[in-house]
C-alpha cells in the first residue's frame, strides 16, 4: 500500500514538474515494470534480441519524455502497457524489415488466457488485430492491451478504462473470442 501511495505521490510532484519526482520514481516502479515486461516477452522465440530490462529502460524513457497527466499508478502503468506494445511492435517491424519478410517473432497470449487456439500467434498480425478491434470497439481493444502488455488484472483495468469489472469481463471474453477467430483466419 504505502509503494502505491509513493508511486502517486511522485507522479503527482512530476505532473507539477518536479523533475527530481521522475528519477525518484525509476526504482519504485522498475520491479513491476519489469514483471509486466517479463510477461510481454514470454511468448517471444528463443533467442529474442530485445530482452525485459531493455525493454523497460526504453518505455520508461519514453514515458519520461510525455510528460503526461498520470493521475495514479494504474493510469501510469496502463500507458506502459501501451508503450510496450508500440516498442515491441515497432522492434519486430525492423527485425522484420531488416529480413525482408522474414523472421517476424511470434509471441503468445498464454499469460493472458491465449485468444488462439494454438496459444502462440506473430506480434504483427496481433497488432493489426488489435487495431481493426479499435475500430470496431475501442475499448475491448484497450481491455486486451492492458490485459496481456499491461499484466493487468480485471479490477485495475476497470479502474483505468472507467467501467465496471463485470463490463470489463464481458469485453476480455468477447474480445478474446473475436480475437481468436480474427487470427486464426
Known amino acids: 500500500m504505502s509503494d502505491t501511495l509513493d508511486i502517486t505521490a511522485h507522479l503527482h510532484a512530476a505532473r507539477r514538474g518536479d523533475a527530481a519526482a521522475l528519477d525518484a520514481l525509476f526504482p519504485i516502479v522498475y520491479d513491476e515494470l519489469k514483471r509486466v515486461a517479463r510477461r510481454a516477452l514470454a511468448g517471444e522465440r528463443a533467442g529474442h534480441t530485445l530482452q525485459a530490462t531493455a525493454l523497460v529502460h526504453e518505455a520508461y524513457l519514453r514515458l519520461a519524455a510525455q510528460h503526461a497527466d498520470w493521475s495514479d499508478r494504474r493510469y501510469f502503468f496502463g500507458i506502459a502497457a501501451a508503450m510496450m506494445r508500440r516498442i515491441l511492435v515497432n522492434h519486430a517491424r525492423d527485425r522484420a524489415a531488416d529480413k525482408r519478410g522474414g523472421g517476424v517473432m511470434a509471441t ?77 483466419a
Open 108 to 184: 503468445t497470449l498464454s499469460a493472458a488466457d491465449a485468444v488462439a487456439a494454438n496459444g502462440e500467434l506473430d506480434v504483427l498480425e496481433l497488432h493489426a488485430a488489435l487495431e481493426t478491434l479499435a475500430k470496431l470497439d475501442e475499448r475491448q481493444a484497450r481491455v486486451v492491451e492492458l490485459k496481456f502488455f499491461g499484466g493487468l488484472e480485471i479490477d485495475d483495468i476497470a479502474e483505468v478504462v472507467g467501467v465496471s469489472s463485470a463490463t470489463v469481463r464481458r469485453d476480455w471474453a468477447m474480445a478474446r473470442m473475436w480475437l481468436g477467430r480474427e487470427l486464426a
